[in-house]
């Protein structure tokens, strides 16, 4: 089954500070697709940036890029330039791979979060 | 504007009353799934739903039900809801076929007491 590590429960950061959320996780299947989201405090969930199995570049949206190393199994988030705004819960999660017994099924893996605040 | 709704967003009830969480989605998306958040947990899926009328089991689906007459409405049902039902849920929607991002509601807040 597929699973999903995030290790840092809670993590503290100076503003305008590099910050890196790590997640790894466990696979045996070649194709697969792995997502960051973000969850302020109000509670709903923001997609943040994907990366396929495939994907030959690191992904990367505005201040997010995903630090992609597919044989280590880590897929970590790296915010640039951290604002008050990005405090909130952060979820690594992976979407299992399209199979014949997993056919039709887009379901996301998460991991427990990690919960990111940013001091002023 | 595209998004998913979720009805209501906080709901206090007591155990054994049934109750329905509505989920509709405006982007005319095929899939739709269910889950639920607690703490330490992440989320986990309870259903989810290929397209009209064809529903299936996710990870925990004891207690649960859910139906798809219509593409865009996804209603999550508890027969008898319990205590232990307590908990965020979530619904979400995606395209097939080459869209990978889940569009996620709001969230509604359940207590069963």
């Known amino acids: 089954a597929q699973k999903i590590t995030q290790t840092q429960p809670g993590m503290f950061v100076q503003e305008k500070e590099a910050v890196t959320l790590d997640c790894t996780y466990d696979?045996?299947?070649?194709?697969?697709?792995l997502f960051w989201y973000k969850q302020p405090s109000s509670g709903e969930m923001i997609f943040l940036i994907y990366?396929?199995?495939?994907?030959?570049q690191n992904a990367t949206e505005g201040r997010y890029s995903l630090n992609f190393q597919k044989a280590r199994k880590s897929a970590n988030l790296v915010i640039s330039a951290s604002q008050l705004g990005d405090s909130a819960m952060y979820f690594c999660a992976m979407r299992e791979p399209r199979s014949i017994s997993n056919f039709g099924n887009e379901k996301l893996t998460f991991g427990t979060g990690t919960r990111l605040t940013i001091i002023p | 504007e595209a998004q998913v709704t979720q009805n209501p967003r906080y709901l206090i009830t007591v155990t054994g009353k049934k109750l329905t969480v509505t989920c509709s989605q405006n982007m005319n998306h095929e899939y739709m799934s269910w889950y639920r958040q607690d703490p330490g947990l992440g989320l986990r899926q309870i259903y989810y739903?290929?397209?009209?009328?064809?529903?299936d089991k996710g990870d925990v689906p004891e207690g649960y039900k859910v139906s798809r007459k219509e593409k865009r409405n996804f209603p999550l049902i508890l027969e008898s809801p319990s205590p232990n039902q307590t908990s965020l849920y979530f619904c979400?929607?995606?395209?097939?076929?080459?869209?990978?991002?889940?569009?996620f509601g709001p969230g509604t807040r359940l207590t069963v007491t």
């Open positions: 739903s290929m397209n009209v009328e064809v529903t």
């Open positions: 990366q396929g199995s495939y994907d030959e």
């Open positions: 979400a929607s995606s395209l097939y076929r080459g869209q990978y991002e889940q569009y």
């Open positions: 696979t045996s299947d070649q194709s697969y697709g």
